[in-house]
């Protein structure tokens, strides 16, 4: 009787262990559901899901110019249900664009659009996200050794061509005191990319091409390169300020710059050193600031790369891809002359 009893008892208890596992299980999985469904709920078009992320990475994030360019690339991708990040905004430190290669290829992302062309070891990186089945598109500096998908920019000949014909044309309309014309061009100090080095070819051959053509006898013009330390927003700023400050004799007829943070530092230093009409400027994009420069006839003429038209190729690349496994290898942005005969024409048809 008392056998009969325990083991009443145990099976008692056998019974209520597997109820009460049964409704843990139950009280799981309606939490569970509960949160998805609250989740669901409160999702709003602030907090979407996207089908691709794709992350950008530039050389100086905070300029107008690399806001303008991402902010048409990330209009364009929400179009395609994508999102595109600058990913040194999220970061808690700066990183070296090819650090953030190697995070943006450990997060998994879709697309990867980068302007590190042939920075040391880009070329490795871009192959392990090929590998990773990442696809990594170059802009403005390209890398067409690597594994890159496809190449967003300018023609660098064609612009270097552009900056020749407008030192001509201002070799023909301006006085120069000395006995030759002196021309310094600025160029990157730390940038690996051939790019460079065509757009500064093609300046000289279009100054020595449109010389020659030329009715007008001009005097010597002298060509020479400058490097600028463009690590940061100060060193550039202590690289042009030497321009200006080893000699009154040193100090170049007129500078050309080949981004927008040289153009705005020279434009600074011009103004601060007293050589408003002394030095000429070529500027390049069209910031406010710049457009400002050439309504007051600081800078002679800039030359507009559409930003917007960049953009939008890194993502129709990137959309191309995924819908047929290829994209086209080449994509180039227009440029446009802005001068102070056309400046008020370009703000009022969208400009700045």
Same mark, same amino acid.
């Given at each position: 009787?008392?056998?009969?009893?325990?083991?009443?008892?145990?099976?008692?208890?056998?019974?209520?262990?597997?109820?009460?596992?049964?409704?843990?299980?139950?009280?799981?999985?309606?939490?569970?559901?509960?949160?998805?469904?609250?989740?669901?709920?409160?999702?709003?078009?602030?907090?979407?899901?996207?089908?691709?992320?794709?992350?950008?990475?530039?050389?100086?994030?905070?300029?107008?110019?690399?806001?303008?360019?991402?902010?048409?690339?990330?209009?364009?991708?929400?179009?395609?249900?994508?999102?595109?990040?600058?990913?040194?905004?999220?970061?808690?430190?700066?990183?070296?664009?090819?650090?953030?290669?190697?995070?943006?290829?450990?997060?998994?992302?879709?697309?990867?659009?980068?302007?590190?062309?042939?920075?040391?070891?880009?070329?490795?990186?871009?192959?392990?996200?090929?590998?990773?089945?990442?696809?990594?598109?170059?802009?403005?500096?390209?890398?067409?050794?690597?594994?890159?998908?496809?190449?967003?920019?300018?023609?660098?000949?064609?612009?270097?061509?552009?900056?020749?014909?407008?030192?001509?044309?201002?070799?023909?309309?301006?006085?120069?005191?000395?006995?030759?014309?002196?021309?310094?061009?600025?160029?990157?100090?730390?940038?690996?990319?051939?790019?460079?080095?065509?757009?500064?070819?093609?300046?000289?051959?279009?100054?020595?091409?449109?010389?020659?053509?030329?009715?007008?006898?001009?005097?010597?013009?002298?060509?020479?390169?400058?490097?600028?330390?463009?690590?940061?927003?100060?060193?550039?700023?202590?690289?042009?300020?030497?321009?200006?400050?080893?000699?009154?004799?040193?100090?170049?007829?007129?500078?050309?710059?080949?981004?927008?943070?040289?153009?705005?530092?020279?434009?600074? =230093?011009?103004? +601060? !050193?007293?050589?408003? &009409?002394?030095? /000429?400027?070529?500027?390049?994009? @069209?910031?406010?600031? *710049?457009? #400002?420069?050439?309504?007051?006839?600081?800078?002679?003429?800039?030359?507009?790369?559409?930003?917007?038209?960049?953009?939008?190729?890194?993502?129709? =690349?990137?959309? +191309? !891809?995924?819908?047929? &496994?290829?994209? /086209?290898?080449?994509?180039?942005? @227009?440029?446009?002359? *802005?001068? #102070?005969?056309?400046?008020?024409?370009?703000?009022?048809?969208?400009?700045?």
């Amino acid at each position: 009787m008392t056998e009969l009893k325990e083991k009443h008892n145990r099976l008692n208890l056998i019974i209520i262990w597997i109820v009460t596992g049964v409704l843990v299980c139950l009280t799981g999985l309606l939490i569970m559901l509960f949160v998805s469904f609250s989740r669901t709920l409160s999702r709003t078009e602030a907090d979407p899901v996207y089908d691709r992320y794709y992350v950008m990475i530039t050389d100086n994030s905070g300029s107008s110019f690399w806001q303008s360019v991402y902010s048409s690339a990330l209009l364009e991708a929400k179009e395609q249900n994508a999102y595109v990040e600058m990913i040194s905004d999220s970061l808690s430190r700066e990183y070296s664009q090819t650090e953030q290669m190697e995070i943006a290829i450990a997060s998994g992302a879709d697309g990867i659009i980068v302007t590190a062309g042939e920075a040391e070891g880009m070329s490795e990186l871009i192959g392990n996200a090929y590998d990773a089945g990442i696809p990594v598109i170059t802009l403005l500096n390209d890398n067409p050794q690597s594994e890159r998908l496809s190449f967003v920019g300018i023609g660098n000949y064609n612009l270097g061509t552009e900056y020749g014909r407008l030192l001509i044309d201002m070799v023909n309309t301006k006085m120069f005191p000395g006995d030759t014309i002196d021309v310094t061009v600025l160029l990157d100090a730390g940038s690996e990319d051939s790019g460079q080095n065509v757009l500064a070819a093609a300046i000289q051959d279009a100054v020595k091409k449109y010389r020659e053509q030329s009715k007008k006898k001009h005097k010597p013009i002298e060509v020479s390169l400058v490097a600028v330390d463009a690590s940061n927003n100060f060193s550039v700023e202590e690289s042009v300020r030497k321009l200006f400050v080893s000699g009154k004799e040193n100090i170049p007829d007129i500078v050309v710059c080949l981004n927008e943070n040289d153009t705005n530092s020279v434009y600074q =230093a011009v103004v +601060e !050193y007293n050589q408003v &009409g002394l030095v /000429n400027i070529l500027g390049y994009y @069209d910031s406010d600031a *710049i457009l #400002k420069g050439i309504e007051r006839d600081v800078i002679h003429a800039t030359i507009s790369i559409d930003t917007d038209q960049m953009g939008r190729y890194c993502i129709d =690349a990137l959309t +191309e !891809y995924y819908e047929t &496994g290829n994209a /086209n290898q080449y994509f180039t942005a @227009d440029g446009y002359v *802005i001068n #102070k005969s056309n400046v008020d024409e370009y703000r009022k048809e969208g400009g700045l």
